[in-house]
Nanobody, 125 residues
Framework: QVQLVESGGGLVQAGGSLRLSCAAS???????????MSWFRQFPGKEREFVAA????????YYADSVKGRFTISRDTAKKTMYLQMNSLKPEDTAVYYC???????????????WGQGTQVTVSS
């Protein structure tokens, strides 16, 4: 089992920044594995939307077009923690943000087997 816990959400004004964290515990990621860790977000009444993914061992990153150039995904393998640095935030970024682990980077929810509980990000105009 892998447990994922997000933190760092909150209320910020448009144009501001937040950094989300996702700490992994339990049967944690192997430094040599090709697992992918990703961020998704969910708007009220909608399905989860892919935000960004990173291959844990190599650090290769992938982004949704809507966040490219504003968000940066990274990880600290020693701390078993993934981050999402969100800059130039917009009101339309308001959502619950989830981290997830999968066998490969994918924009599809079904490719991920472990999920965190989510953290709320609210961007005021």
């Amino acid at each position: 089992q892998v447990q994922l816990v997000e933190s760092g959400g909150g209320l910020v004004q448009a144009g501001g920044s937040l950094r989300l964290s996702c700490a992994a515990s339990g049967r944690t990621l192997s430094s040599y594995g090709s697992y992918a860790m990703s961020w998704f977000r969910q708007f009220p009444g909608k399905e989860r939307e892919f935000v960004a993914a990173i291959i844990w061992s190599y650090g290769s990153a992938y982004y949704a077009d809507s966040v490219k150039g504003r968000f940066t995904i990274s990880r600290d393998t020693a701390k078993k923690t993934m981050y999402l640095q969100m800059n130039s935030l917009k009101p339309e970024d308001t959502a619950v943000y989830y981290c997830a682990r999968g066998s490969r980077p994918s924009s599809r929810e079904g490719e991920y087997d472990y999920w965190g509980q989510g953290t709320q990000v609210t961007v005021s105009s």
